[in-house]
């Protein structure tokens, strides 16, 4: 007897990479059942060679539903996760919304899958931010072996990390400037195409973005709460995978050559790191992937014990959807829940 999971925004570009994932993996589901706001009630979504219809999230009884997938915004989440785990069904959350409450595990599997068995205090699991998913990913093994004071980090965000009317606006835009059509910023405070945007989600009080402040928390919930970090998140004119430059100052001494190693071996993380033209990972190479990317490893002379290196990974997937499915996964595995049908 399988699973019946739902995906809660399955119309989204995370909740349609969700449902291919889940198909991709062969996750152990007799049933999955897509679902979004009541207009998108009806829409044909792809499971796999089936397709399904979309049923509205306000009228749907979890009741025998086992795993909610969902990545339907904050807000949707903040109403929705408490009464859908109420149900005794067990909810992986896309949002930022539980993320940083004591009471909600955030998982990251090939860093602190452990972790997972706080699920039951709430019946929610959150997932962190695409930003920060791909940059534990790449620390931990690390943190393991020399043990990381400091990170500074910069990243290069694709515009599907702000949804699917940001990626049309790259395009409009991009197609405008060949046409020499007017340009009008919508989704982004400036024009995306052909630029840069430092800037990603709302400014607090000093200075940071909430972008920047989610990835120093976030990391410090994962991994360790003594790591120091600070962050510079950019927005770029890609589609799709986010890039990050990564400079790490450690307590005891580590070499690019160790490094390399360590990482070759990690749970999650592939090394291309040649040192020659084209030796490297780009975002564009990276897109449709799961692993996280590791390149440009070096040692950095400016601090002691320090190294900088380049990692990207796809947002969609190991950013988002497959991260949410990993943590069904170290449910099922470790036989942390149980099909319901059955019982």
Not at 55 to 60: N, S
Not at 89 to 96: E, G, M
Not at 247 to 255: G, L, M, R, V
Not at 318 to 341: S, T
Request: aromatic share 6%; with cysteine.
């Amino acid at each position: 007897m399988g699973y019946k999971v739902a995906v809660a925004g399955a119309t989204g570009n995370v909740g349609r990479e969700m449902l291919d994932i889940l198909s991709e993996r062969g996750f152990p589901a007799d049933e999955v059942v897509a679902l979004a706001s009541q207009r998108s009630a009806g829409t044909e979504v792809s499971f796999g060679d089936k397709t399904l219809k979309v049923k509205v999230l306000d009228h749907y009884d979890f009741s025998d539903t086992d795993i909610c997938l969902m990545s339907a915004g904050g807000s949707v989440a903040k109403e929705w996760a408490p009464k859908i785990g109420a149900q005794g069904c067990v909810v992986i959350d896309n949002s930022s919304a539980w993320r940083y409450d004591a009471d909600v595990p955030l998982i990251v599997p090939e860093v602190n899958a452990d972790a997972v068995a706080g699920f039951t205090k709430r019946n929610i699991i959150a997932n962190p931010n695409c930003s920060t998913a791909q940059l534990v990913v790449a620390l931990k093994p690390l943190h393991d072996k020399a043990k990381i004071k400091r990170v500074v980090v910069s990243t290069y965000q694709s515009v599907s990390g702000a949804g699917k009317d940001a990626m049309d606006e790259l395009f409009t835009q991009t197609r405008a400037v060949f046409v020499t059509d007017p340009i009008e910023p919508k989704k982004f405070p400036k024009r995306i195409a052909f630029n840069l945007i430092p800037h990603i989600d709302v400014f607090m009080e000093d200075g940071f973005t909430k972008e920047e402040w989610k990835m120093t928390a976030e990391t410090k919930k994962i991994l360790d709460p003594k790591i120091k970090l600070t962050a510079t998140c950019v927005r770029v004119p890609v589609f799709v995978s986010h890039s990050e430059v990564v400079n790490i100052e450690f307590e005891e001494p580590i070499t690019a050559d160790e490094a390399r190693e360590i990482l070759r071996e990690a749970p999650g993380c592939l090394v291309v790191d040649k040192r020659e033209p084209g030796g490297y990972i780009t975002p564009y190479e990276a897109t449709g992937e799961d692993a996280t990317y590791i390149s440009r490893i070096r040692e950095d002379a400016s601090v002691e014990n320090g190294l900088a290196m380049w990692v990207v990974s796809d947002n969609l997937r190991k950013g988002a959807a497959l991260n949410a499915i990993q943590i069904a996964e170290v449910l099922v595995n470790r036989g942390l829940i149980k099909p319901r049908k059955a019982a």
